[in-house]
């Protein structure tokens, strides 16, 4: 992502978009943050791994906390000092990756290693 073009978001329009697009996300000293729940330090490193993926192809950089457990993820464009809509893009895709899981069902086309997905990754609110 470029910031070119990127402004900071009013904080009354980041608040709205956190409740409609976000909701497991909040705001908190400039930055948009949430925090993942892994299963164990194998799952803590496919997490970072995945976000670590994304962000490089967007070129827009989280900072990361890891500890064995979880992963903290605060996004901000720190070229604009703020919260931009490319700091919601890039949450939204790291929700929809990180929380992707393959079907419980074995007819499906991928039915997954029978496994429960929240092993992998949870989440809860700071």
């Known amino acids: 992502m470029t910031t070119e073009c990127a402004t900071p978001l009013p904080a009354v329009e980041i ?3 956190l409740r409609t697009e ?19 330090w194998n799952s803590t490193l496919m ?3 995945a976000i670590g ?31 931009t809509a490319q700091d919601f893009t890039l949450a939204r895709k790291i929700d929809e990756v990180v929380l992707w899981s393959p079907s419980e ?5 991928m039915p997954g290693l029978g496994m429960n997905p929240s ?8």
């Open 119 to 126: 092993r992998i990754v949870s989440t809860f609110h700071v």
């Open 53 to 83: 993926h994304l962000a490089e192809a967007a070129w827009h950089h989280p900072e990361l906390s890891v500890s064995c457990g979880m992963v903290a993820v605060r996004l901000q464009t720190c070229d604009v000092g703020g919260v």
């Open 15 to 17: 608040e709205r978009r």
């Open 47 to 49: 997490v970072v791994n």
């Open 105 to 109: 069902r074995a007819d499906t086309p």
């Open 22 to 40: 976000l909701p497991c996300w909040h705001l908190e000293d400039g930055w948009l943050r949430r925090t993942y729940r892994t299963g164990d």
